[in-house]
């Protein structure tokens, strides 16, 4: 679903009137960033964000979910959830090919996926906090994770690292605590929804409108 | 200087990097990672340079370049260098703005003290990264 610039929202933002704090899902293809908006999405409005799938790059276009009142205990915040395309350096049609794809459809699926990267980039203007999905079974110390936290904090908009996968018995999400020391790190997984209680706790007390 | 077997590797001085205008470093970095070239550099780049780089490889992302890889090693800056780069980006950050004011492009972004690598996608096989170092696995 591809979606349009919210103008009204951007309009009455120019005059302080931010109604709703707009939530990024940012991460590296197939680290379970559509998987974990379906489950807050769920877990709130009872309706899902996107379709999931093992080939990477399935969500080549912002998807969103807007309106999602989170309450925990006494707190009470509204969220738009960005589920955004995977970040990559490098889209090979091939590794399409691996998933029964024709070449006609793994060309078209990577051309689309660049066009993805960019879009999600662009929206880095508009988010206000951001979720940084890292899959707790790989190495968290990528290229794409650096460069995306260090985008976000040069940006100044507040991060919550969610270690994903933790239900996978090769998840080491304390490699991730180890390797970003400055942040809060969130165990969860989103697909058997395990530790989600936590995870909206931090996202209560962490997420804000961007400074 | 073309070879016709084997990996390229050009050492590039940051001065050169730096000495571009944002849009032709992003060129002069993509020309060379497309010939195949794979560059180190002893700078660091911005985050936003950065993302900027990526953004620009995906526009030319076809089937005979998949993209690129890249590593990096910044030197935390301490005491007075620290200061110093905190000084240097306001000025730059200040230099930026009236530059914009007056209709031109944004002017040269500094980079930091560092080293970076940046190499074809369809060579660099695996890259380990340690917090201190950082290993390449490459093949032609």
């Known amino acids: ?211 | 200087m073309k070879f016709k077997k084997g990996l390229r590797f050009d050492f590039v001085s940051s001065s050169v990097i730096e000495e571009k205008e944002k849009e032709k470093r992003i060129n002069f970095i993509l020309n060379k990672v497309k010939d195949g070239t794979i560059l180190v550099t002893d700078c660091v780049f911005t985050p936003q340079d950065e993302m900027d780089l990526i953004k620009e490889t995906m526009r030319r992302v076809d089937s005979g370049f998949p993209g690129i890889e890249v590593a990096s090693l910044k030197k935390a800056p301490k005491g007075l260098q620290a200061l110093l780069e905190t000084f240097s980006d306001s000025t730059n950050k200040i230099k930026n703005f009236f530059a914009m004011l007056r209709g031109k492009k944004e002017n040269k972004t500094p980079t930091k003290i560092g080293i970076t690598l940046i190499g074809p996608a369809r060579y660099i096989k695996k890259i380990k990264r340690n917090p201190n170092s950082f290993s390449i696995l490459a093949e032609a």
């Open chain 1, 1 to 211: 679903m591809k979606i349009k610039f919210d103008f009204i929202s951007w309009f009455l933002s120019l005059f302080g009137f931010r109604r709703t704090i707009s939530l990024g899902i940012y991460g590296a293809p197939n680290v379970g960033k559509t998987t974990l908006a379906n489950r807050i999405a769920l877990d709130w409005t009872g309706e899902e964000v996107g379709r999931v799938s093992e080939i990477p790059h399935e969500t080549r276009w912002v998807q969103k979910k807007e309106k999602i009142e989170i309450r925990v205990k006494n707190k009470k915040i509204l969220i738009n959830l960005l589920d955004m395309p995977g970040i990559a350096t490098k889209i090979d049609y091939r590794q399409f090919l691996k998933y029964g794809l024709s070449k006609k459809e793994a060309k078209k699926r990577a051309r689309e996926a660049t066009e993805g990267v960019i879009e999600a980039i662009r929206w880095l203007k508009n988010v206000d906090t951001v979720l940084a999905v890292m899959d707790a079974t790989q190495d968290p110390l990528t290229q794409v994770n650096i460069t995306l936290l260090g985008n976000l904090e040069a940006r100044k908009i507040p991060v919550i690292i969610v270690a994903n996968k933790i239900d996978k018995k090769r998840a080491k999400p304390e490699a991730i605590k180890e390797a970003f020391p400055n942040y809060p790190v969130v165990e969860v997984s989103a697909l058997k929804g395990i530790n989600m209680n936590e995870l909206y706790s931090t996202i209560a007390n962490h997420a804000r409108f961007r400074k």
